[in-house]
């Protein structure tokens, strides 16, 4: 068991659907304790059934838009934990309209200050909140994906955003790396969740990246959750700063096999 005797708070579980959802089930069955938080009421009923299921019943109200609502989450969970050895960051938002058109026209002050806020500096945030009751040997995780270093259609402002967010990873670990804490982006293939249900044409994502990935096909929460046990676990005790990919191999390809095959 790859995450015995650790403990772990999982943000970003939405629905059965969310990557958070594949993380906490991976690291459930790696032995790990687990302890989630949520944005908001709404989510929380989705959430105690999931969270249960694993084995959790210390579920605690977190929006990162408030730096007053991560002080008191933490104030929460440290009555029921002194310390901890993880946390996985699965939070991601920009405005709709962001996620719709033409990048130059659609992208506005607004817009891109939020998907910044939300899906960047919150990582930050968590971080900073988290860090005097990190045990040494921890891992932060963060999730990102491939808009951050190509473009493709209707990602727009969470392109920049989630390359903000990788460089966010990779000074998080220089930040904290002397204090015993790893920091780790996955970067994963496209998956059908409601986050991404946002981003218009999404399907369409999804039959592209299956052409052009090595695998064939996209990938599931489950493959980014065993990867996520990894990275959280003692087992990758030198490894930070990094962005690993887990895309079907979708990035390191530049054309569709077939393509060349039909010729
Ligand atoms: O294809 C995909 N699904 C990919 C997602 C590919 C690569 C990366 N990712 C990233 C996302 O950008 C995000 O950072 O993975 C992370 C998790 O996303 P998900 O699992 O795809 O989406 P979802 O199940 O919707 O979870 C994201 C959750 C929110 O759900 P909704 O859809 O209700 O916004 O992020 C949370 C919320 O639970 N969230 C917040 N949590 C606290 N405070 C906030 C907030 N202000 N805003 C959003």
């Given at each position: 068991m790859l995450l015995k005797n650790k403990k772990i708070l999982i943000?970003?579980?939405?629905?059965?659907?969310s990557i958070a959802a594949g993380i906490a089930s991976a690291m459930y069955r790696e032995g790990a304790e687990l302890a989630f938080t949520y944005q908001n009421e709404r989510l929380l009923k989705n959430l105690k059934p999931i969270a249960e299921s694993y084995g959790?019943?210390?579920?605690?109200?977190?929006?990162?838009?408030?730096?007053?609502?991560?002080?008191n989450s933490f104030e929460q969970l440290k009555k029921h934990w002194d310390t901890f050895d993880?946390?996985?960051?699965?939070?991601?938002?920009?405005?709709?309209?962001?996620?719709?058109?033409?990048?130059v026209d659609v992208t506005t002050r607004e817009g891109f200050k939020i998907a910044h806020d939300i899906s960047s500096y919150s990582f930050t945030a968590l971080a900073k909140?988290?860090?005097?009751?990190?045990?040494?040997?921890?891992?932060?995780?963060?999730?990102?994906?491939?808009?951050?270093?190509?473009?493709?259609?209707n990602y727009n402002v969470m392109g920049l955003a989630k390359?903000?967010?990788?460089?966010?990873?990779?000074?998080?670990?220089?930040?904290?790396?002397r204090d015993g804490v790893r920091v780790n982006a996955i970067s994963a293939g496209p998956i059908k969740t409601l986050a991404a249900s946002g981003v218009k044409n999404f399907r369409k994502m999804l039959s592209q990246h299956s052409a052009r990935?090595?695998?064939?096909?996209?990938?599931?929460t489950e493959e980014v959750g065993n990867v996520a046990a990894f990275l959280c676990s003692d087992y990758a005790s030198g490894v930070t700063g990094e962005i690993t990919y887990?895309?079907?191999?979708?990035?390191?390809?530049?054309?569709?096999?077939y393509e060349i095959e039909e010729e």
């Open positions: 943000s970003g579980l939405a629905n059965k659907y959790s019943s210390i579920l605690i109200e977190s929006d990162v838009s408030s730096d007053e609502s991560i002080n993880g946390l996985v960051h699965s939070i991601g938002f920009a405005p709709a309209d962001q996620l719709e058109g033409n990048f909140a988290a860090k005097p009751m990190l045990n040494d040997n921890s891992a932060l995780l963060t999730l990102t994906y491939l808009g951050a270093m190509q473009t493709m259609p390359a903000s967010l990788e460089a966010n990873t990779r000074f998080l670990a220089a930040s904290m790396g990935a090595p695998l064939g096909r996209t990938v599931t887990v895309d079907a191999g979708f990035n390191t390809a530049a054309m569709p096999l």
